[in-house]
């Protein structure tokens, strides 16, 4: 409910999220409804695990994502490898590891000194194919100690990267369907959709490369792109993607995107440079539109002795058929004194329109002994416009299990007006309960909802927590 105290509106909303589990079948729906009696269904489609091949297949109206292709509201089907149904070892980024054992051999990974996996093997070879994702980058040290007390050392780089996939796996995303696009119910003249097709597969071709291609037609738009990601050892990684897009208006134009990026494990530091660049084959110039030419951009992270991290950025972009560019520099540090938790950050944005200057101050302090509670505060000051925002809430978790939250925020902005929300969620043995509001001197509104869901089984009927959460019926 929203009450808006300047011109007398009101506004009943109603949100419902539906869904039905059957079998391996699931079914969700997501239905809107306000007091000027607008329906709608956002959402509405039936999905299922495809275990053999662990993958999901989706079918209805939903929005489909798929990896370095644009995402969609589509009326169609979408069958996409799932990470998450492998075995937990599996997901993620790891080497595969083959070597040869003389004796039965203790075979352990280290990094730093540290071990960070170990297991034992026969003699002869062996392959490590199942090493959980480790989330370090840099240089690892296989060591395999013999039965006979040799010992034999081997290095091997490891990546913490979203982009490199284990040796010969595989991901793919395709989609088949009618684009649905939400904002052309304001023009009901245009009633046709248009078809939509996308493909996406990605392979480990060894420990260092995975390749990508996409392709992507969407009436009467065409779009293709093959990337690589590269493992250079001690140099770092790269990643290195070139697109083709032709697009309505007879726009067609190549882009070419590189993003490296060096850890340096001992310094803890983290260095990374972003660039694409776009060649125009084809314009139109009646199309009022601002297409850039090269966006280049620098980011470097450094932790420092007594928790002290420092952080670097800037990016510059500038476009076809004008000399201005647009630029954005900023630096901040954070750290901890005792409980405190604070950060400073310093920002200069510039471009043909204005240049603006912001400072942001962020504070986090715990409320007493069991790290339950929290008073953050937040102060923004804008150059340009001349103002402080200032921000300032009270968090936490409470009850057995910490069932409840909550988060009670307040904050000020230039013409001083207060503004103020509540949201509050309890997690009872059957359901979820929310609550929040949210009050100024214009207008407040108050929501509240229930998430729960209803088991059949030979048992009877069961109440139970959201259908999206795994849960077990025991009969005693």
Known sequence: YKQNSLNGQHIHNLQLYNGINLFAWRYRQDLNYNNN??????????????????????????????????????????????NAMKDGSLVGYAPIISETAYTYAEVSIEQNGETLYSTSVPPGPFTLNNLPSLGTNGELVLIIKEENGEVRKKKIWNYSSQYLLRKNQWNYYYTMGLVNNPQKRQFPSNKKKELLTQLNLSYGV????????GA????????A????????????????????????????????????????????????????????????????????????????????????????????ATYYHSKEKSQRLFINTSSNYKKLSYSLELENSKDQYSNNNQLSIFLNYPIGQDLSHWVTARINYDNREKYFHENISFSGNTLENNRLNYNLNFSKNNKEHLDSSMKISYLSRIAKLNINSRFNKDSYSLGYGLNGGIVFHNGGITLAQDLNDSFAILNF
């Open 225 to 316: 792109l093959i990337g690589n990601t590269l493992g250079l050892n001690i140099l770092g990684i790269v990643s290195l993607e070139n697109a083709w897009i032709r697009e309505k208006y007879h726009q067609q134009y190549q882009s070419n995107k590189i993003n490296y990026q060096k850890v340096f494990s001992m310094e803890n530091t983290t260095i990374s440079l972003n660039s694409s660049f776009y060649f125009r084959f084809k314009e139109n110039y009646a199309v009022n539109k601002e297409y850039k030419k090269y966006d280049l951009g620098f980011h470097f992270s450094q932790s420092l002795n007594n928790n002290i991290a420092l952080t670097l950025g800037y990016n510059i």
């Open 37 to 82: 009696n607008s329906f709608s269904i956002n959402q509405q489609y039936v999905y299922r695990t495809l275990r053999n091949i662990n993958s999901i297949l989706t079918m209805g109206d939903f929005y489909a994502y798929s990896p370095n292709l644009n995402t969609y509201k589509i009326l169609g089907v979408q069958i996409n490898s799932d």
């Open 216 to 223: 992507e037609k969407k009436g009467d738009d065409i779009k």
């Open 206 to 213: 060894s420990n260092y490369l995975t390749t990508m291609i």
